[in-house]
């Protein structure tokens, strides 16, 4: 795929392909569009068998750490006598990140699908889903599905003959950021207060009541069943050689048309805009996000980095869960990363003190500079304070709040000095839609 590759080719609908339809969430409508086809042909395999084809089909999670699907569930040790768990993680809470909660609100069988078959891969006979707690219609709509699966012999004992099991239990958080941490959910689904632990061990080793457990991504389970039906040679064949297949790429802020953009990935955030209608009428892309605020921003100079893990990476961010948050020349630097890291703060655990109390001092020292009360050395303090906390905080909450703070001062800086020097913001708020 090259940048000069007409608009129309570069999409590539698969989990949203039938988003349009009539009832899309139904079971109807689902097998409609090849629903289930996915898990009959799975279970004509061996799980070993299944769990070497996904790590062949080079799917990598779609969480934001981009870790390899096969791989994953292939760490999870056989006849150990152990349960095994399947857990998704459906907590979706990244600022900018809008796709999980779509998808299952539009799609949810495509999730159920992919979860029979990664237990039957993993052997695992009780899953869950840990839902964003605030998402009641999608936490109703997941309920629902779950029972039409159960009815129509895709869940409970026996599924399609094939002698194996699965229960499916949908839990609903509390709305706390830091439960989107894979071990602090698994605290959470467990009982206690959602606080992340030390790994290793990796859940797949000691996950959730201590016994091997893969935590997925929802968007990374749906993708199972389309990669059993069209096969991994099609799936290889879309994106790039080390970020294979499609995804779904969440455009919001200042841009003409917001919303999911489904396309392989490899894309450009140029060739996304060039789909989508572009930044709004009459203004320019001043800096945009990969993936979410916790990624390195970047600028109109990365309107071409392709969008995978590693040309992104190779530039200097993470691609992370695909949310390209889009600002224009209206935005204020500071105030943006303000409104991040009160988030940061506010979402803190609390457990180690470099983000407890990092992401507290970052607030009071931006809060003073968007008001024009910043002094000097408040740039440098700033700087010093993400070092403090990236790569030594317990979990990588701290490092997604570092992260704006420092690649905003490296591609913005003057205009951080422009509020020391003038004493006052110097953009007019009421100009800033979004923000405002
Ligand atoms: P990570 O890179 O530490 O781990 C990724 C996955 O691979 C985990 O499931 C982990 O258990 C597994 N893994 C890694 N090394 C392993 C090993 N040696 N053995 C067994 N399993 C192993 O990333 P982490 O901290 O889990 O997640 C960070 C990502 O989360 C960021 O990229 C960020 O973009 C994303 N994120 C997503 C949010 C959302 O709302 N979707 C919210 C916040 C962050």
């Known amino acids: 795929m090259t940048a000069t590759e007409p608009a129309e080719k570069l999409l590539?609908?698969?989990?949203?392909?039938?988003?349009?339809?009539?009832?899309?969430?139904?079971?109807?409508?689902?097998?409609?569009?090849?629903?289930?086809?996915?898990?009959?042909?799975?279970?004509?395999?061996?799980?070993?068998?299944?769990?070497?084809?996904?790590?062949?089909?080079?799917?990598?999670?779609?969480?934001?750490?981009?870790?390899?699907?096969?791989?994953?569930?292939?760490?999870?040790?056989?006849?150990?006598?152990k349960p095994h768990y399947l857990v998704v993680n459906a907590d979706e809470s990244e600022p900018g990140t809008c796709k999980d909660i779509p998808l299952l609100f539009a799609n949810p069988h495509?999730?159920?699908?992919?979860?029979?078959?990664?237990?039957?891969?993993?052997?695992?006979?009780?899953?869950?889903?840990?839902?964003?707690g605030e998402t009641v219609p999608v936490l109703r709509r997941l309920h629902a599905a779950v029972a039409e699966a159960y009815a129509a012999g895709f869940l409970g004992k026996d599924i399609l003959g094939s002698g194996i099991d699965l229960?499916?239990?949908?839990?609903?958080?509390?709305?706390?950021?830091?439960?989107?941490?894979?071990?602090?959910?698994?605290?959470?689904?467990?009982?206690?207060?959602?606080?992340?632990?030390?790994?290793?061990?990796?859940?797949?080793?000691?996950?959730?009541?201590?016994?091997?457990?893969?935590?997925n991504n929802v968007e990374s389970i749906a993708s199972v069943p389309p990669i059993l039906v069209r096969g991994k040679e099609w799936f290889t064949s879309l994106g790039t050689e080390k970020s294979p297949g499609f995804t779904l790429y969440s455009l919001s802020g200042h841009v003409t048309n917001p919303g999911q953009y489904e396309a392989p990935l490899g894309v450009t955030l140029r060739q996304l805009l060039d789909i989508s209608g572009g930044v709004r009428a009459g203004h320019q892309l001043k800096f945009w996000t990969p993936g979410g605020s916790s990624t390195p921003m970047f600028t109109d100079e990365h309107l071409d980095v392709p969008l995978d893990y590693?040309?992104?990476?190779?530039?200097?961010?993470?691609?992370?869960?695909?949310?390209?948050?889009?600002?224009?020349?209206?935005?204020?630097?500071?105030?943006?990363?303000?409104?991040?890291?009160?988030f940061y703060a506010h979402e803190s655990c609390g457990k180690c003190t470099p983000c407890r109390?990092?992401?507290?001092?970052?607030?009071?020292?931006?809060?003073?500079?968007?008001a024009g009360e910043g002094v000097e050395g408040d740039l440098e303090k700033l700087l010093?304070?993400?070092?403090?906390?990236?790569?030594?905080?317990?979990?990588?909450?701290?490092?997604?709040?570092?992260s704006p703070i420092v690649s905003s001062l490296q591609h913005f800086r003057a205009e951080y000095e422009q509020h020391l020097a003038e004493r006052r913001c110097p953009f007019d708020p009421a100009a800033a839609t979004v923000w405002a």
């Not at 979860?115 to 840990?130: K, Q």
């Not at 206690?192 to 859940?203: K, T, W």
């Not at 607030?363 to 003073?368: D, G, K, W």
Request: with cysteine; glycine share 12%; hydrophobic share 40%.
């Open 357 to 370: 109390e990092g992401t507290y001092w970052l607030v009071q020292l931006l809060q003073r500079i968007e």
């Open 110 to 132: 495509a999730l159920i699908e992919g979860m029979v078959i990664a237990s039957y891969a993993i052997r695992c006979d009780h899953a869950f889903i840990y839902l964003r």
């Open 12 to 81: 590539s609908p698969v989990l949203s392909a039938s988003w349009d339809d009539h009832r899309p969430w139904s079971l109807e409508t689902y097998r409609r569009h090849d629903g289930y086809q996915g898990l009959r042909n799975a279970l004509e395999m061996e799980p070993d068998a299944l769990i070497a084809l996904v790590k062949e089909s080079g799917l990598r999670g779609r969480g934001g750490a981009g870790f390899p699907t096969g791989m994953k569930w292939q760490f999870i040790p056989q006849n150990d006598g």
């Open 310 to 342: 590693e040309g992104v990476g190779a530039a200097g961010s993470m691609l992370g869960t695909k949310a390209l948050q889009v600002f224009d020349e209206t935005t204020c630097v500071v105030r943006a990363v303000t409104r991040w890291t009160e």
């Open 167 to 215: 229960d499916i239990t949908v839990h609903a958080g509390a709305g706390a950021y830091i439960c989107g941490e894979e071990t602090a959910l698994l605290d959470s689904l467990e009982g206690r207060r959602g606080q992340p632990r030390l790994r290793p061990p990796f859940p797949a080793i000691a996950g959730l009541y201590a016994c091997p457990t893969v935590v």
């Open 384 to 402: 010093d304070i993400a070092d403090n906390i990236n790569g030594k905080s317990f979990c990588a909450l701290g490092d997604g709040a570092a």
